[in-house]
């Protein structure tokens, strides 16, 4: 079986960026082109939301190694906001975009099993159905502790899926609990040196593990103690644009070859036709506005940390 962190890497060197594309489909912000489409029904949205999904898919298969969806936009809708999640996940998997679905999902470790399977594993249905989820990677929260990791730790290992654990959120309230001091250093200091126990087994070829973490943007200063700390942990790295996090602060999440981190933003590529300079730019032309704005992007953070050295 494939490692997840190796395949992950491998997109990353054939594109040249590590950029990740949030999905985080808001209905109300969709172009109106496709907001004429569908009925204001839940069925009628979650349709335009994989509507919506395949579009930003087209746009960015090729340009991009990776795409992360946000499950909560999706079950708003109910089933069939799910159902959409299902079919935009199968989209992105077959344009050949590393998925990640965001449902940063955890439990005590008999429940954490059915997660694991649901989402990274195979549920146990006869052997002719295929994956629940079949996703590459899941965000999942460490509050549980060692038994809620373990059983997505073992599928992930089976299967060649990832995992990035949420260690330093990018949110204004991320130091309420993970900044306080318990044994002499922060919360998310002792997340981070247990992760790095729970990762070792997950190392692949390229010194990185399929255990991953999650660390924000916009505390750049944790981001550089937190790789000092965690050699051949992959950051997943969310807050850059909305969340004000940039191409400066993320600079220290990367290890020398330009490698260690992929680099997330929503908002600020999938709506970005909202932009009054790329509306003057493009018109009703969203989808070249988006393009844009990964390529804005990946020019951004090429330019501002050791990225560029992916593009030689
Ligand atoms: O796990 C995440 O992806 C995540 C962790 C975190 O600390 N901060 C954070 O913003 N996220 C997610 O990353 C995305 C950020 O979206 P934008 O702010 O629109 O780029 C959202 O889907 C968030 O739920």
Known sequence: MDNAADRLIARIRSVGNAVVVGIDPRPSQFPAEIRGRFPETRAGVAESMRAFSEAILDVVAGLVPAVKFQSAFFEEFG???????????????????????????????????????????????????????????????????????????????????????????????????????????????????????????????????????????????????????????????????????????????????GLGAVVNCSRGIIFAFERPDLRARFGDDWRAAVSFAVREMVDDLAANTPMGRLQA
């Open 79 to 257: 089933p069939e906001g799910v159902a959409a999640l299902h079919q935009a996940a199968a989209g992105a998997r077959r344009r050949g975009l590393f998925v990640i679905i965001d449902g940063k999902r955890n439990d005590i470790g008999s429940t954490a099993e059915a997660y694991a399977r649901g989402y990274l594993g195979r549920p146990p249905v006869s052997e002719g159905e295929g994956p629940s989820w079949d996703a590459d990677a899941l965000t999942i929260n460490p509050y549980l502790g060692g038994d809620g990791i373990a059983p997505f730790a073992s599928v992930a290992s089976e299967r060649g899926k990832g995992l990035f654990v949420l260690v330093r959120t990018s949110n204004p309230s991320a130091g309420d609990f993970q900044d306080l001091v318990a044994d002499g250093k922060p919360i998310y200091r002792h997340v981070a040196d247990r992760l790095v126990e729970w990762a070792g087994p997950l190392r692949g070829e390229s010194g990185y593990s399929a255990l991953g973490a999650v660390v924000g943007a916009t505390y750049p200063e944790q981001l550089a103690e937190l790789r000092a700390a965690m050699p051949g942990i992959l950051f997943l790295i969310p807050g850059y644009g909305a969340q004000g996090g940039r191409a400066t602060d993320i600079a220290a999440g990367c290890d020398a070859q």
